[in-house]
């Protein structure tokens, strides 16, 4: 088998819930969806989800890396020796992870569908359900209380708030939401790297009636001494996220034993293989592993999903970013009930195709 060309689509994705975190207000969502062709029955279909706060992305560079640097390298390759393609792209790409995650996915989905077998079986399938949470972006203590029931109402038993402009108000905001919402609710954190050590460290200790499970990139993601400041001095456990890009990154906060968790996105990191060699040091390390995502379309989820399946330590989801998105054609690869993400049972991540007129 062969991979005879690969077709790039630009999907522009509105956000019917537009929302707010640290460093930006997001209102519409732009991934690539690609297309690899081949020269048998099937094609493979994967997302980049390029996020300049994030990967370091812009839209246009993961187009023309795709364009440039991916294309002339995957065509005619066989895709079933993914370690070739990837290894490759690896070097030729290392700043562009959501260009590699994209082609990792793709090249997943196509392993699945030639075996006819669903990637998160494939992977393992150490279980068949996962408790995602559900984000409340940052707004007032109204909106966020009315927001958070209307969400618990859905059935949703794990909420995620964001922070970080404000420690006043994020202080006020998740006592209001938990005494709306009672005891039973899981609350997390996210400050998205809006908080120094000492903000932080106050944050904890006045919003302690909260009862929050964990806070998420407390501070910036180059410090590691900040975040190991708070890791230190609070008894919540503390999660890094945008300060883990890459297994080099996550051997140095191990070892300096800045953070209680990671939050593992597919996106940020380059993709299925690279999160297992990633999960692997922070198993050896004793950290639990959250997997989470972007604003990403459903099938990018779905690809984040069978990760978080696939490993007994991965304990914990944020994988939401698909539930408000406008126009996404990949739709069917999850399903949701109160709360619980379940994947398909279709080869690769569920998704033969997209609809004809997506592909243009």
Known sequence: MRILRMEVVHLAMPLSQPYTIAYERIAHVDNLLVRLVTDGPHVGLGISAPDVGVTGETLSAARDALRDVVEPLIVGSDPLRR???????????????????????????????????????????????????????????????????????????????????????????????????????????????????????????????????????????????????????????????????????????????????????????????AALLINGVARAAGLEVMVGCMDEAELSIASGLAFALSRPNVEFADLDGHFDLLNDPTVGCVHLEAGVLFPSDAPGFGLADVPDSAAV
């Not at 499970?213 to 890094?240: C, D, F, H, N, Y």
């Open 83 to 273: 370690a070739v393609v990837l290894e490759a792209l690896d070097q030729a790409l290392p700043k562009q992870p959501s260009v590699r995650a994209c082609i990792d996915m793709a090249l997943h989905d196509l392993l699945g569908k030639i075996a006819g077998v669903p990637v998160w079986r494939m992977l393992g399938g150490y279980r068949d359900r996962m408790v995602t949470s559900v984000t409340l972006g940052i707004t007032g203590v109204e909106p966020a209380v009315a927001r958070a029931l209307e969400f618990m109402g859905d059935g949703f038993q794990v909420l995620k708030l964001k922070g970080g402009l404000d420690v006043e108000r994020d202080i006020e905001v998740v006592l209001a939401v938990r005494a709306a919402v009672g005891p039973h609710i899981e609350l997390r954190f996210d400050a998205n790297q809006g908080y120094d050590a000492e903000m932080a460290h106050a944050f904890h200790l006045r919003a302690a009636a909260a009862d929050l499970s964990m806070i998420e990139q407390p501070t910036p993601a180059s410090a590691l001494g900040e975040l190991r400041k708070v890791t230190r001095s609070v008894a919540l456990p503390v999660m890094a996220d945008e300060s883990v890009l890459s297994l080099a990154d996550a051997f140095l906060f191990a070892r300096g034993d800045a953070m209680d968790m990671i939050n593992l996105k597919l996106v940020k990191v380059g993709g299925l293989d």
